[in-house]
């Protein structure tokens, strides 16, 4: 039987990669480095970085493999891609929301988006609001969806009285 493919996104720094991967796994559980690999001489002109210097790091999150590769300041990160972590208590909403804005005074967007010291955008989500938002009463719906669209860290207390309002 064919063995199933892994899905590993592989995030691109410029030579932020073990920095990163090691802010990342101090903050989530079941996390951990993996596999550090280095540039070698070959390909020197092209990539220019130190022989012996970080190319990637292998590394997990909550148990989801990543890589992070320090690939130079080609590419930036941006909203076209998040990673959206799915809370199911206000203690753990704020865990993240705490430590993925730490060292970055503009990290809070809207709407639970922030974005972290490497410029990696996330999604700080409260698994009742993905419930709120799915109920069958559009008028639940859209007191709730006016909630959130007032928040930059959700917030489960607020978005449940805007639920009940009614």
């Given at each position: 039987?064919?063995?199933?493919?892994?899905?590993?996104?592989?995030?691109?720094?410029?030579?932020?990669?073990?920095?990163?991967?090691?802010?990342?796994?101090?903050?989530?559980?079941?996390?951990?480095?993996?596999?550090i690999t280095r540039y070698t001489d070959v390909g020197q002109e092209h990539h220019g970085k130190p022989v012996?210097?970080?190319?990637?790091?292998?590394?997990?999150?909550?148990?989801?493999?990543?890589?992070?590769?320090?690939?130079?300041?080609?590419?930036?990160?941006?909203?076209?891609?998040?990673?959206?972590?799915l809370c199911e208590t206000q203690d753990e909403v704020d865990h993240y929301w705490h430590h993925l804005t730490?060292?970055?005074?503009?990290?809070?967007?809207?709407?639970?988006?922030?974005?972290?010291?490497?410029?990696?955008?996330?999604?700080?989500?409260?698994?009742?609001?993905?419930?709120?938002?799915?109920?069958?009463?559009?008028?639940?719906?859209?007191?709730?969806?006016?909630?959130?669209?007032?928040?930059?860290?959700?917030?489960?207390?607020?978005?449940?009285?805007?639920?009940?309002?009614?």
């Amino acid at each position: 039987m064919a063995r199933l493919a892994i899905i590993q996104p592989c995030l691109w720094f410029d030579d932020q990669a073990e920095d990163a991967a090691r802010f990342y796994t101090g903050i989530f559980p079941d996390s951990a480095i993996g596999t550090i690999t280095r540039y070698t001489d070959v390909g020197q002109e092209h990539h220019g970085k130190p022989v012996g210097s970080v190319l990637t790091v292998a590394f997990t999150l909550a148990g989801q493999p990543f890589l992070a590769l320090n690939g130079g300041p080609v590419f930036r990160f941006n909203e076209a891609l998040s990673l959206q972590v799915l809370c199911e208590t206000q203690d753990e909403v704020d865990h993240y929301w705490h430590h993925l804005t730490e060292g970055n005074p503009a990290a809070a967007m809207e709407c639970g988006w922030l974005k972290d010291r490497y410029g990696l955008p996330w999604q700080v989500v409260p698994v009742r609001l993905t419930e709120l938002l799915a109920d069958p009463d559009a008028e639940v719906v859209r007191r709730v969806t006016r909630a959130m669209f007032a928040m930059q860290k959700m917030d489960i207390a607020t978005l449940e009285r805007a639920a009940s309002a009614g």
